[in-house]
């Protein structure tokens, strides 16, 4: 398995799934859970797995799914300032 830092290097990216599911006892009511792993976007094939895995195992209806994704590994940035403050 290759490291957090190898991955990333190979475009993987910081992503994070907001879940909401369907109580299995109580359909009306809606839980959530947060999946975050390293993935790569905009296919996301990590977090693909993981949904195949929840409709196949896990009882909880999927409701909705929003996905963020972000760079860790990112080229320096800077700006300049604008003013200057003087005491």
Same mark, same amino acid.
Request: charged residues 20%; proline residues 7%.
């Given at each position: 398995?290759?490291? *957090?830092? +190898? !991955?990333? !290097? /190979? #475009? %993987?990216?910081?992503?994070? +799934?907001?879940? =909401? %599911?369907? =109580?299995? #006892?109580?359909?009306? !009511? @809606? ?7 390293? *993935?790569?976007?905009? &296919?996301?094939?990590?977090?693909? &797995?993981? =949904?195949?895995? $929840?409709? &196949?195992? @896990? #009882? ?7 996905? +963020? ?8 940035? %800077?700006? /300049?300032? &604008? +003013? $200057?403050? !003087?005491?």
């Amino acid at each position: 398995m290759p490291s *957090d830092l +190898a !991955l990333q !290097l /190979n #475009d %993987y990216r910081l992503t994070t +799934a907001h879940i =909401l %599911y369907h =109580l299995p #006892d109580h359909p009306s !009511l @809606l839980q959530e859970f947060i999946w975050q792993r390293l *993935d790569i976007a905009p &296919k996301f094939p990590e977090l693909h &797995k993981f =949904l195949t895995f $929840w409709e &196949k195992n @896990l #009882d909880g209806k999927l409701h909705s799914v929003r996905v +963020a994704s972000s760079e860790i590994i990112k080229p320096a940035h %800077y700006r /300049n300032a &604008k +003013a $200057w403050l !003087l005491h």
